[in-house]
């Protein structure tokens, strides 16, 4: 009678909607996000022990804490791919539904849906890249074993991996190659390794076998098929592009490269020397250096045999044996030495790519955008394109951008007024400022010039810090960074802050995405002076903008 009596209050809970939403709205994230970080920890400690069976029963208490579904469910329901429906078509817009989508989320009688097949283009190739996209369900489900695995993940991964971890990013990896090779004994070989559709060809018995987590929820997510074209097909390899979980079931395939390097060429200090073998890698895509090229392919067959008994294999045609003086590319970054001296500089496909993005803007799609439109489009691409790369010798190619920007501009003028005399053109569109001139701006808004981001050298992170064992580190990482990287009235406001956005009161990372807000908007008479301008979160926009309107 008690389980029958439980079950009709479930029932009446899920189906009242009103209610489902109230609890919904009166949540405390921060609350919330304490209970899963307690546990996580508690995991990380006991991976670091060695004491496998405590974290197996921590990951369980973990992955049934309501604490932590709530969490999945805001995840999954906060992130770029929100609005994007899998083969159910079913998406949770409201509060109720996220709510009732946090009770619902259990691994009984677990069956993962077939993923939704779909193909984005890839950069400068007519090939696509298969993307698979999850139900919202399988999505938080993805998100809530994560959750119990990342810890583990952090603590066993290599320290030179970079990619898809905490509080890492490319810059982490630019540095320590710099590190690496920019010394006159450095090592003079570079392989570049390219791995053959990492992702989609991991062996799934391996995994099985040595992934730290449920066994038959793991199998579910591997072996869910995908749809495409309404026909049904089976995976009997690779994690989905697309999936939550599936850049750390390929972080944790690929860590021991380390390992199998260290215990091959390493195995006395002389063969360290002899050798200078060291591997630096972000994600899929990863550096060997060597003293020779007899060396440098000793490591590709090592590599080889390491990826083989996971599924992988190394492509032929893009991993190649590179000497330092030619150069080679790496995370939209050239690393050449010129007579001795290591220059880092953003690479020619980079400089491409921008450029190729800007007259798609400006001549494309702004053809019939006011000067004001077009400038708030540009803006956060040239933003983003200048912060990825100020911490390398970006000066030169800066001003090259702000050439190629006003070019199109002026193009874009011309055609908007074809019939104007040029002293027009320029009067209408371009003005001084303080004491620069051909300012392309508004009273309003003005275009930001990529030579002016400052040039700033990255510092570091520490090859072993773990985000689950030392929080305080990496906290006062974020700050230092902010502080290092803004300038002006926005490092002003970034250190007003301390880094912290007022809303849910977390460290802001520049990595992540983030926007200046006003407390009284400048369309309602607000100045834009820092005293109106608060950093917060993205996703606390919202809710900003109600404190706002309510005060």
């Keep these: ?33 304490a209970d899963v970080n307690r546990l996580q920890v508690r995991i990380a400690k006991a991976t670091l022990e060695t004491k496998h069976n405590t974290v197996k029963r921590l990951q369980y208490l973990l992955t049934h804490s309501f604490s932590a579904k709530l969490l999945a469910v805001k995840h999954v329901t906060t992130n770029k791919g929100k609005r994007t429906a899998g083969v159910d078509g079913i998406l949770w817009a409201t509060p109720a539904d996220k709510m009732r989508a946090a009770l619902k989320l259990t691994d009984r009688h677990y069956k993962a849906q077939p993923l939704k097949r779909v193909y984005i283009e890839k950069k400068g190739k007519a090939k696509k890249r298969p993307l698979g996209i999850p139900t919202m369900h399988d999505r938080a489900m993805q998100a809530l074993y994560a959750m119990a695995l990342d810890p583990v993940a952090e603590t066993t991964a290599d320290h030179r991996s970079f990619g898809f971890r905490k509080g890492r990013c490319c810059q982490d990896a630019c540095e320590h190659l710099f590190q690496l090779l920019s010394t006159r004994n450095s090592p003079q070989w570079i392989l570049e390794g390219d791995i053959k559709g990492c992702f989609d060809h991991i062996s799934h018995e391996w995994l099985t076998e040595h992934i730290p987590m449920d066994k038959s929820v793991l199998r579910q997510f591997l072996k869910a098929g995908f749809v495409y074209s309404r026909q049904l097909f089976p995976t009997d390899e690779g994690t989905p592009q697309g999936g939550i979980i599936s850049p750390i079931l390929a972080n944790m395939t690929l860590d021991g490269m380390e390992a199998v390097l260290e215990s091959e060429f390493h195995k006395t200090q002389d063969d360290r020397f002899a050798n200078k073998v060291n591997l630096v890698r972000y994600a899929d895509d990863f550096i060997i250096t060597a003293a020779s090229r007899e060396t440098a392919e000793r490591a590709k067959e090592v590599i080889r045999a390491f990826l083989e008994s996971r599924g992988l294999m190394l492509s032929e045609e893009k991993t190649l ?61 040239i933003t983003g394109w200048t912060n990825y790369h100020q911490n390398v010798c970006a000066g030169d190619t800066f001003s090259a951008v702000d050439h190629t920007i006003f070019e199109l501009l002026w193009r874009w003028a011309h055609r908007r007024h074809p019939n104007k005399p040029q002293g027009w ?127």
């Design 1 to 33: 009678m008690k389980d029958k009596h439980s079950t009709a209050e479930k029932s009446e809970k899920l189906s009242d909607a009103a209610e489902l939403e109230r609890q919904w709205r009166r949540i405390d994230w921060k609350r919330v996000e």
């Design 321 to 381: 044996v590179t000497h330092i003086e030619d150069g080679f590319d790496m995370l939209g970054w050239n690393f050449r030495k010129y007579s001795g001296k290591l220059i880092i500089k953003p690479s020619a496909k980079s400089v491409k790519s921008i450029n190729e993005k800007l007259h798609e803007v400006i001549l494309q799609d702004g053809r019939t955008w006011t000067q004001e439109a077009l400038i708030a489009k540009l803006n956060p691409i």
């Design 425 to 551: 053109k320029v009067r209408k569109y371009w003005h001084s400022k303080d004491t620069r001139r051909w300012v392309f701006c508004t009273e309003r808004i003005e275009l930001k010039a990529a030579e002016h981001t400052p040039i700033v050298r990255h510092v570091k992170i520490r090859a072993n810090a773990n985000p689950y064992l030392e929080p305080e580190y990496f906290e006062k990482r974020k700050f230092q960074s902010g502080m290092r990287r803004l300038s002006g009235k926005f490092k002003a406001l970034w250190k007003k802050q301390q880094g912290i956005c007022p809303v849910c009161n977390r460290t802001i990372d520049l990595a992540e995405e983030r926007k200046i807000h006003f407390r009284v908007p400048r369309s309602q008479g607000g100045t834009d002076t820092m005293d109106n301008m608060v950093y917060v979160h993205t996703d606390c926009e919202k809710q900003f903008r109600r404190c706002c309107a309510t005060a």
